[in-house]
């Protein structure tokens, strides 16, 4: 079974700071991907980044990056130069085939 | 808006009614997928569409729950008999491949009262 572990439920950060989100997974798959997706307050789920397993070099997007550990199954998210609009719900996901695993989410406030 | 719709954005309804809610994904996504989320979770995978057939159900899909993708195009989960545990929010996702970002819509969330 495929599984995704958020240990986190709510993490807050201040302004301008650096916050890290972790994250876990299980599956035997050798070809998945991962996915990072926000999910603001009342608002739709949108993607924040995504990982290929088979690339070594960890993806980045402006001021999100991950740190993939594949033999570890970690998958961790940070988050740089945090912002206000950054508050919302953070989902760890894992694709092998045609569906999406989640995680329970962390739940970030960045304080003013 | 050229982004993943649904409708209605909110439903109450009492238990025992039925209800149909309805997605319409990104036009040349030819993948859909139908997710539940509870307060505090994460979604959770229903159904899945490749174009006009219906190739994997989760087990949380009782027998009162039947989804369809007519033509390939939008697609609408009924769900029969509701039940009080049925009170959630109904995610809408579509992709153009597999392994793809999938676009979400804005939810259907349901409350059986």
């Known amino acids: 079974a495929q599984t995704v572990t958020q240990s986190q439920p709510e993490m807050s950060v201040q302004e301008a700071e650096t916050v890290t989100l972790s994250c876990t997974y299980d599956?035997?798959?050798?070809?998945?991907?991962l996915f990072w997706y926000k999910q603001p307050p009342s608002r739709q789920m949108i993607l924040v980044i995504r990982?290929?397993?088979?690339?070594?070099q960890n993806a980045t997007e402006n001021r999100f990056s991950v740190n993939f550990q594949k033999a570890a199954k970690s998958f961790s998210l940070k988050i740089s130069d945090s912002q206000l609009g950054d508050t919302a719900m953070y989902f760890c996901s894992l694709d092998s085939s045609y569906k999406l695993i989640f995680g329970s989410g962390t739940r970030l406030l960045v304080r003013p | 808006d050229t982004g993943v719709s649904q409708n209605p954005r909110h439903k109450i309804t009492k238990r025992g009614q039925n209800v149909t809610f309805r997605c319409d994904p990104i036009s040349e996504h030819n993948r859909l997928y139908w997710y539940r989320q509870t307060l505090g979770q994460g979604p959770e995978f229903l159904t899945y569409f490749q174009n006009e057939a219906q190739l994997e159900k989760s087990r949380l899909l009782s027998d009162r729950f039947s989804a369809e993708r007519p033509k390939g195009s939008f697609s609408t989960l009924e769900i029969q008999r509701t039940e009080q545990g049925d009170s959630a929010m109904y995610l809408c996702?579509?992709?153009?491949?597999?392994?793809?970002?999938?676009?979400f819509g804005p939810g259907t969330r349901l409350t059986v009262t």
């Open positions: 996702a579509s992709s153009l491949r597999t392994l793809d970002e999938q676009y």
């Open positions: 599956t035997s798959e050798n070809n998945y991907y």
């Open positions: 990982q290929e397993a088979y690339k070594q």
